[in-house]
């Protein structure tokens, strides 16, 4: 009760909350008390429910073109619209059938139909509201992670706002001031987010972005769905094409929940540009790059040799099995440069 007390009180300031709580105080109590018989009887009624792969539980399909444009990744672009001058998203959770590898369909979580959920880009400056309707079979609320912004934005249920119930929506609104890789994701239970309720938060400088050619993202996944890249499992992760040359941006991102990925690219070093959306002052070359659970890391890799080239987890039992690779695996297709190097010398006259 003490909690709920402390909670209530959040929402009074100034001089008024002294002698507001001296005079709400045997009323709120007898509200609070109310409000947990409540809540524990719907609890109790709607317990079994919530914790059963239940396919009746599974919400109404969310066609995949809800979700944007296909990214080439896996991934998809959030769709939006301008609301005198706020560039307005829609995010619709509740719980899906997601095929993680083929006939391997476990329940997830997922945001607009598709584990990740979209993928949110905006500039620098920005503002950006984003209206959650949640019809999962339970509460939740939406952090912005990585992201400068009013306390009361940032997601955290009974902290910096209410939890929002099955059925209700909460509308987020927040100037865009950092820039570069981040994401968004539930902050509602532990599980939430390893069911797929999480997705990349790209935020262009208004000065000029890192340069590159091609622009991926792979979100690292180790909970309820497996170990999966942008909700995949091998072989049903996305095929990713590049061409020598070209600087190809991998966006890497620590989705977790649980656990730490060496992430390992095949054919070369690549250049570590940028950590938590941060540009770091000297890139790094490397080939193993560590992803913590919250982490963001930006690389450059220009491949230098045409074929089939793995990024992938190195702790083994993440990628593959007795019978092949599965889990953290994607292959870069490499093609020949098109213009602008020297083609190979003939062989022969
Ligand atoms: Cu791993």
Redesign the pocket.
């Known amino acids: 009760m003490s909690t709920e007390l402390a909670s209530e009180d959040r929402f009074l300031t100034g001089a008024s909350r002294t002698s507001a709580r001296r005079a709400i105080l045997p009323a709120l109590m007898a509200f609070v008390l109310t409000v947990t018989a409540v809540v524990v009887g719907v609890q109790a009624f709607g317990s079994a429910p919530a914790t059963v792969a239940d396919p009746k539980l599974v919400a109404d399909p969310v066609p995949p073109a809800a979700a944007g444009e296909d990214l080439g990744d896996g991934t998809r672009l959030a769709p939006y619209e301008v609301v005198g001058g706020v560039k307005v998203f829609r995010l619709r959770a509740a719980p899906i059938n997601w095929e993680v590898s083929p006939g391997n369909v476990r329940q997830a979580f997922a945001y607009n139909g598709v584990v990740p959920g979209p993928v949110i880009r905006i500039y620098e400056g920005d503002t950006v509201r984003f209206i959650l309707q949640n019809d999962l079979p339970e509460a939740t609320a939406l952090h912005w992670h990585g992201m400068d912004l009013p306390n009361e934005q940032d997601g955290v249920p009974n902290l910096t706002q209410p939890e929002i119930a099955p059925g209700q929506s909460y509308t987020y609104e927040w100037k865009a001031i950092s820039t570069g890789t981040h994401w968004y994701h539930s902050h509602m239970h532990g599980d939430q987010e390893g069911r797929g309720l999480y997705g990349s938060l790209e935020v262009v400088p208004r000065l000029g972005d890192i340069a590159s050619d091609r622009d991926y993202r792979l979100i ?1 996944g ?1 909970g309820a769905l497996g ?1 999966v890249f942008n909700g995949k499992s091998f072989p049903a992760t996305a095929p990713l094409r590049a061409r020598v040359g070209e600087r190809v941006r991998i966006r890497l991102i620590g989705s977790g929940p649980e ?5 390992h690219l095949h054919g070369g070093y690549f250049e570590v540009v940028a950590q938590d959306g941060r540009r770091l002052p000297s890139p790094q070359q490397m080939d193993t790059v560590l992803v913590g659970v919250g982490q963001t890391y930006d690389l450059i890799w220009t491949p230098t040799r045409v074929g089939k080239w793995m990024i992938h ?3 083994f039992s ?2 593959e099995t007795h019978t092949g690779m599965a ?2 695996v994607s292959i870069f297709n490499v093609d020949p440069p098109t213009i602008g190097l020297p083609l190979p010398l003939p062989i022969g006259g």
């Open positions: 690292v180790d170990f656990m730490i990925h060496p992430i987890c190195h702790i993440h990628a889990g953290l």
